[in-house]
Nanobody, 128 residues
Framework: QVQLAESGGGLVQAGASLRLSCAAS????????MGWFRQAPGKEREFIAA????????YYADHVKGRFTISRDNAKNTVYLQMNSLKPEDTAVYYC?????????????????????WGQGTQVTVSS
């Protein structure tokens, strides 16, 4: 049993920065690769970034590469998403996800299917 809880969302102006956190609780030792997704109303859940179990490897969606950075601190059971130069089109509910079977990440992790655990999401709103 693993629970994920996102925090750090809010309303910001375009060009601002925001750091999201995802804290894991329960049997955190079984969590391997993790990722961040976002979903706007009426749209499908969209991949942002994934990170390996050790934090040594990352994989990003092209549209956020260079602006967003994923990281993790396993001692704190927490994954982060640093978001810079935010744009109105970044407005969405942001979710973190975890996998229990795999440690490494790659293109397959851009889909929701591999992940076993999901948080409730945190709202990010970027105004013009």
């Amino acid at each position: 049993q693993v629970q994920l809880a996102e925090s750090g969302g809010g309303l910001v102006q375009a060009g601002a920065s925001l750091r999201l956190s995802c804290a894991a609780s329960g049997f955190t030792f079984i969590v391997g690769a993790m990722g961040w997704f976002r979903q706007a109303p009426g749209k499908e859940r969209e991949f942002i970034a994934a990170i390996s179990r050790s934090g040594g490897s990352t994989y990003y969606a092209d549209h956020v590469k260079g602006r967003f950075t994923i990281s993790r601190d396993n001692a704190k059971n927490t994954v982060y998403l640093q978001m810079n130069s935010l744009k109105p089109e970044d407005t969405a509910v942001y979710y973190c996800a975890g996998d229990r079977d795999y440690s490494e990440v790659g293109p397959a992790w851009a889909r929701t299917a591999p992940y076993d655990y999901w948080g409730q999401g945190t709202q990010v709103t970027v105004s013009s």
